[in-house]
Nanobody
């Protein structure tokens, strides 16, 4: 079993920045970020493999940057130019095989950290 813990959420104004962090108890190939706003479907934001493979949702490209430290089993998501539509609960997740899948393919999840962006 893999334990995941997120941190770094908060409330910012539109155009502001936040950096989310995730600490995992052990290695997995892929670590990723998902978000879910009230009344909306959970969606992938970004994911990164231990080999450096990175994927971004279209909404994240150019604004968010994902990174990880394989030795420490940690992952970060630097979010810039935040918009109200980014408001959601952001969850860290881990998968064994690959990063390019829906949330159902991720086996382990953290508790989530809230990001709120005001206009």
């Amino acid at each position: 079993q893999v334990q995941l813990q997120e941190s770094g959420g908060g409330s910012v104004q539109s155009g502001g920045s936040l950096k989310l962090s995730c600490a995992a108890s052990k290695y997995t190939y892929c670590m990723g970020w998902f978000r879910q706003a009230p009344g909306k479907e959970r969606e992938g934001v970004a994911a990164i493999g231990s080999d450096g493979t990175i994927i971004y949702a279209d909404s994240a490209k150019g604004r968010f940057t994902i990174s990880r430290d394989n030795a420490k089993n940690t992952m970060t998501l630097a979010m810039n130019n935040l918009r109200p539509e980014d408001t959601a609960m952001y969850s860290c997740a881990a998968a064994w095989v690959n990063c390019a899948g829906r949330w159902e393919t991720y086996a382990y999840w953290g508790q989530g950290t809230q990001v709120t962006v005001s206009s």
